[in-house]
């Protein structure tokens, strides 16, 4: 990528370049006749001759050579003729051979500066490509060492041996800080604390903290998260204006390791963030899984703040979380929604922490107009419902939705059994019915 850049920014000077040396080229041939053209005076006769003198003055007589040219071209020039009035308008006087000439030596000698350039930057750009390759091995070669030095020590660590650790250089910390990083995502409890404690005995705080600050964007963001599994106390300060940036990645990132630091600051910081910007509750989830930190707080919060569109991003967190204990919000929300798109997730969400009072709701909304309403509770009422329920289904099974249709198959099968969804399926008149219940068997089958 660097290189690319480098000679995408090289090639755009080269026009500019070429068009310089264009110019200063030129130049040099018409300059030669100026200063013997600047000698020609224009008389009242209308005739322009090469005196000696100009003005009672005398001054350098012109070049011979340049006398004849300009006396051939004065040849040329028509004189007013008092009987036919107004003086005729002269014909353009062609170039001279010298000129063209001149002209075509400068374009010439253009091509060729141009030509070697463009040929001393390919040469350049290979040379750095050969180089770059080259620093790209070593540096790869570099890390598979670092690896395969200090990898036994981390699992000696956590496997409670008193490894002796070699010497850490400045230049190997951000190495070390990565695959730290990299370990404690997948340990926890007391091999993530051995861990821990190895990056203490390393004095890596001072060094995380000055990173976080630094301009390289990859280092700025290895040095949040490290201070989010390092706990540092120190880096609340820097983490909360990252946290409140707003810019996606970074910002969560940021909020995640204030989470690990304070919860209560960390909780307080995502909201604020999550309630203004776009955010992916897979993602969120995950981090908050990670930070141990209680959740209801900061769900109950971003449910009662979130816009009607948002509403359906905080229900699937919920459901990713896991939390059956945001059932009696999530009843409280749905009374309020209006929104199809609100309803049907908070529909969905039913199914999976619902209670037998809440069957009544998921029959409620199986005739609402909207076609995502009825497939969710449709879905719900497979989930909460009982067998005699199997029959409230049967009309969602000629709806037009080929998706409300599929979900009334899948939850009339769940609640009556394969024999009863078979049957159904004989007596049915409606092919569209009838095709979609033999799907879903096939499908159990």
């Given at each position: 990528m660097l290189g690319c850049a480098t000679a995408f920014s090289v090639r755009r000077l080269i026009s500019p370049l070429i068009l310089l040396l264009a110019l200063v080229s030129g130049s040099g041939r018409p300059q030669e006749h100026s200063a013997a053209a600047d000698s020609l005076v224009l008389i009242p006769s209308g005739e322009l001759v090469s005196p000696a003198v100009r003005g009672g003055q005398p001054v350098e007589a012109a070049p011979a050579g340049i006398e004849l040219e300009m006396a051939e071209t004065l040849r040329a020039v028509p004189k007013a003729d008092a009987s036919q009035g107004a003086p005729r308008k002269p014909e353009p006087v062609p170039l001279s051979v010298d000129s063209h000439k001149g002209f075509s030596e400068a374009l010439v000698a253009t091509l060729r500066i141009a030509a070697e350039l463009n040929a001393a930057i390919i040469v350049l750009l290979l040379v750095y490509s050969i180089f770059a390759r080259f620093a790209r091995k070593r540096t790869r070669a570099r890390e598979?060492?670092?690896?395969?030095?200090?990898?036994?020590?981390?699992?000696?660590?956590?496997?409670?041996?008193?490894?002796?650790?070699?010497?850490?250089?400045?230049?190997?910390?951000?190495?070390?800080?990565?695959?730290?990083?990299?370990?404690?995502?997948?340990?926890?409890?007391?091999?993530?604390?051995?861990?821990?404690?190895?990056?203490?005995?390393?004095?890596?705080?001072?060094?995380v903290l000055r990173f976080l600050s630094s301009r390289s964007a990859w280092k700025r963001m290895v040095a949040i998260r490290a201070a989010g599994v390092l706990r540092l106390a120190g880096a609340v300060e820097s983490l909360m204006p990252m946290a409140a940036r707003d810019r996606g990645p970074p910002s969560l990132a940021a909020a995640a390791a204030l989470i690990r630091i304070d919860a209560k600051r960390g909780l307080a910081a995502l909201h604020a963030l999550l309630v203004r910007t776009d955010w992916s509750a897979d993602a969120v989830a995950s981090m908050l899984k990670h930070s141990g930190a209680p959740t209801e707080p900061l769900l109950v919060g971003l449910l009662h703040s979130a816009p009607?569109?948002?509403?359906?991003?905080?229900?699937?967190?919920?459901?990713?979380?896991?939390?059956?204990?945001?059932?009696?919000?999530?009843?409280?929300?749905?009374?309020?929604?209006?929104?199809?798109?609100?309803?049907?997730?908070?529909?969905?969400?039913?199914?999976?922490?619902?209670?037998?009072?809440?069957?009544?709701?998921?029959?409620?909304?199986?005739?609402?107009?909207?076609?995502?309403?009825?497939?969710?509770?449709?879905?719900?009422?497979?989930?909460?419902?009982?067998?005699?329920?199997?029959?409230?289904?049967?009309?969602?099974?000629?709806d037009r939705n080929w998706w409300v249709r599929y979900r009334a198959a899948q939850s009339m099968l769940r609640l009556a059994g394969t024999g009863a969804a078979s049957a159904a399926a004989e007596q049915e008149s409606d092919p569209y019915a009838r095709d979609m219940l033999r799907h879903v068997l096939a499908e159990h089958a």
């Amino acid at each position: 990528m660097l290189g690319c850049a480098t000679a995408f920014s090289v090639r755009r000077l080269i026009s500019p370049l070429i068009l310089l040396l264009a110019l200063v080229s030129g130049s040099g041939r018409p300059q030669e006749h100026s200063a013997a053209a600047d000698s020609l005076v224009l008389i009242p006769s209308g005739e322009l001759v090469s005196p000696a003198v100009r003005g009672g003055q005398p001054v350098e007589a012109a070049p011979a050579g340049i006398e004849l040219e300009m006396a051939e071209t004065l040849r040329a020039v028509p004189k007013a003729d008092a009987s036919q009035g107004a003086p005729r308008k002269p014909e353009p006087v062609p170039l001279s051979v010298d000129s063209h000439k001149g002209f075509s030596e400068a374009l010439v000698a253009t091509l060729r500066i141009a030509a070697e350039l463009n040929a001393a930057i390919i040469v350049l750009l290979l040379v750095y490509s050969i180089f770059a390759r080259f620093a790209r091995k070593r540096t790869r070669a570099r890390e598979l060492r670092f690896r395969s030095r200090w990898l036994p020590i981390l699992y000696g660590r956590m496997a409670g041996d008193e490894v002796p650790l070699p010497s850490l250089n400045v230049a190997d910390r951000l190495l070390f800080l990565m695959l730290l990083i990299e370990t404690l995502g997948y340990v926890r409890d007391e091999a993530a604390d051995s861990l821990v404690a190895l990056a203490e005995e390393l004095d890596m705080a001072p060094f995380v903290l000055r990173f976080l600050s630094s301009r390289s964007a990859w280092k700025r963001m290895v040095a949040i998260r490290a201070a989010g599994v390092l706990r540092l106390a120190g880096a609340v300060e820097s983490l909360m204006p990252m946290a409140a940036r707003d810019r996606g990645p970074p910002s969560l990132a940021a909020a995640a390791a204030l989470i690990r630091i304070d919860a209560k600051r960390g909780l307080a910081a995502l909201h604020a963030l999550l309630v203004r910007t776009d955010w992916s509750a897979d993602a969120v989830a995950s981090m908050l899984k990670h930070s141990g930190a209680p959740t209801e707080p900061l769900l109950v919060g971003l449910l009662h703040s979130a816009p009607p569109q948002g509403v359906k991003r905080v229900v699937r967190l919920i459901e990713h979380l896991g939390n059956s204990h945001m059932l009696t919000h999530l009843r409280t929300t749905l009374a309020a929604a209006t929104g199809p798109e609100a309803i049907a997730a908070i529909l969905h969400a039913l199914r999976a922490f619902g209670e037998a009072v809440d069957r009544r709701t998921a029959i409620a909304f199986l005739s609402h107009p909207d076609w995502i309403v009825r497939m969710q509770a449709a879905y719900a009422l497979g989930g909460l419902g009982i067998s005699e329920d199997a029959q409230l289904l049967a009309s969602l099974l000629r709806d037009r939705n080929w998706w409300v249709r599929y979900r009334a198959a899948q939850s009339m099968l769940r609640l009556a059994g394969t024999g009863a969804a078979s049957a159904a399926a004989e007596q049915e008149s409606d092919p569209y019915a009838r095709d979609m219940l033999r799907h879903v068997l096939a499908e159990h089958a």
